[in-house]
């Protein structure tokens, strides 16, 4: 059985930072893909990064030079670092990891919530 539990949203003002952890129980971690996603309030969940198991990354161009993803294998948790964050940066943030993109069981966290104030 896989759990993920995320931590570290909260508020902050534009132009803030916030680091977000996951951390995971179970066995794949160290061989899953991770992906954080976020949903706006009335908007559908967007891949905001993502990393393999070796360390390639992706981002979506909204948070490019902004974000960053990372992961500890040894410690099973993946992180979301964030800089110059904006208001449209708000949202619910989960994390979600799979065997490969798009192949195998997702397994998702409850979600931490990011506020950014103007």
């Known amino acids: 059985q896989v759990q993920l539990v995320e931590s570290g949203g909260g508020l902050v003002q534009a132009g803030g930072s916030l680091r977000l952890s996951c951390a995971a129980s179970?066995?794949?971690?160290?061989?899953?893909?991770m992906g954080w996603y976020r949903q706006a309030l009335g908007k559908q969940r967007e891949l905001v990064a993502g990393?393999?198991?070796?360390?390639?990354?992706n981002y979506a161009d909204s948070v490019k030079g902004r974000f960053t993803i990372s992961r500890d294998n040894a410690k099973n948790t993946g992180y979301l670092q964030m800089n110059s964050l904006k208001p449209e940066d708000t949202g619910v943030y989960y994390c979600?990891?799979?065997?490969?993109w798009g192949l195998g069981t997702e397994y998702w966290g409850q979600g931490t919530q990011v506020t950014v104030s103007s």
């Open positions: 979600k990891l799979q065997r490969s």
């Open positions: 990393i393999t198991s070796g360390g390639i990354t």
């Open positions: 179970g066995s794949i971690f160290s061989s899953a893909v």
